[in-house]
């Protein structure tokens, strides 16, 4: 998910630069477009370490960019990339370009050209908020459907005292998040996700494993952030990227999962256990290449049982599992609900062909110790969605009991 922030000038425009990370600490891409004024208060540089994206801030590109065809048409190209507009500060200029069509430099016409949502965070001086001009274009906005962060009233750089003053931070997250689609219902939570799978060494270049790809895992710590939670992902071996803002530990063996659950579990007040764990590993480990001979035998041990320990230590924590199966679905996933303690588990049929394992989709189904939800075959960032909405359903009614 990505979104344009508008950075005009004004005083304010240094608090931008926070906005930008909250942002990114729930796994939005920020792609910053800065006015020429905006550049007097805050450098592009500044913005452009934060968000690791170009900063733009001109319609045409630089000078040292010209002759640029591709940047006189850059605005519409942002303007069907991004998810939504959101401008940290909005001047009264601004205010006023947008309400009246005008387009003169990127950001009005980014704004003229994007049809995503547009969520606007007004600073100005008092009499400048209240001028009848400032209210009517507003209420021009409001009319079309921008979201407007109304200011707050205090102390103002101009040395006044009222209304004008930028937003706080929380709250112009928030009105993003909500333009986005994406809820703070787990604001104040801390996510504990175990990912992918493990490897189980038999000599130096062999090893068990499982064709897990994490997938699904990454998938609900990207849908956790974005609803406002802390993240806290172990993840086995993966070749994909993990959210930027999930606190990641990474693992190779089952034990070395199960170390790391146990150390972060007090922190956690929920817990998604997707991990593929390797449910058996070789007593000994070869230490030399076992060469190629005769049939060979492989003496195996079972390993930590993990969401069975997290079970026995757990205080108030929520606990989903995972299972995949093959056979009985329903039945062995209910069996896994009940001996390993857990308040719902998610279960899949990994014998059926393109879902699962090695798949950007799936189906499952939700069963808790009072509700069964199916998920009929979607992406994993739907199937994602839908967990955390059972989730969210299992906290508040664990929360109306006490």
Known sequence: MKIALGVSGGIAAYKAAEVVRLLRDRGIRVQVVMTRAAQEFVKPLTFAALSGEKVITDLFGTEAEQPNIDAAVE??????????????????????????????DFLSTLFLATTAPVVIAPAMNVNMWNNAATQANLAILRK???????????????????AGRLAENE??????????????????????????????????????????????????????LRRGARVLLVSGPTSITAPGAAELTRVETAEEMRNAVMKLLPEATIVIKTAAVSDYRPKSQASQKIKRGGALALEL??????????????????????????ENVLENARKKLTAKSLDAIVVNDVSRDGIGFDSDRNAVTIISHDNIVDVPETSKWEVAQRVLDEVIRLRKRITVKH
């Open 301 to 326: 041990e079972p390993t930590s049982d993990i969401v069975a320990e997290i079970a026995k230590r757990k205080k108030s924590q929520l606990v989903i599992g995972f299972a995949a199966e093959t």
């Open 144 to 162: 079309r459907g921008v979201h407007i962060v109304e200011p707050g009233t205090g102390y103002l750089a101009c040395g006044m005292t009222g």
């Open 75 to 104: 605005h519409i190209a942002v303007a069907q990339a991004i998810d939504a507009l959101v401008v940290v500060p909005a001047t009264a200029d601004v205010i006023a370009k947008f309400a009246q069509g005008i387009a003169n």
């Open 171 to 224: 709250s112009i997250v928030a009105a993003v998040m909500e333009a986005l689609g994406a809820s703070q219902e787990l604001a104040g939570e801390t996510v504990l996700i175990t990912a992918g799978p493990t490897r189980e060494k038999i000599d130096p270049v062999r090893y068990l494993t499982n064709r897990s790809s994490g997938k699904m895992g990454y998938a609900l710590a990207e849908a956790a």
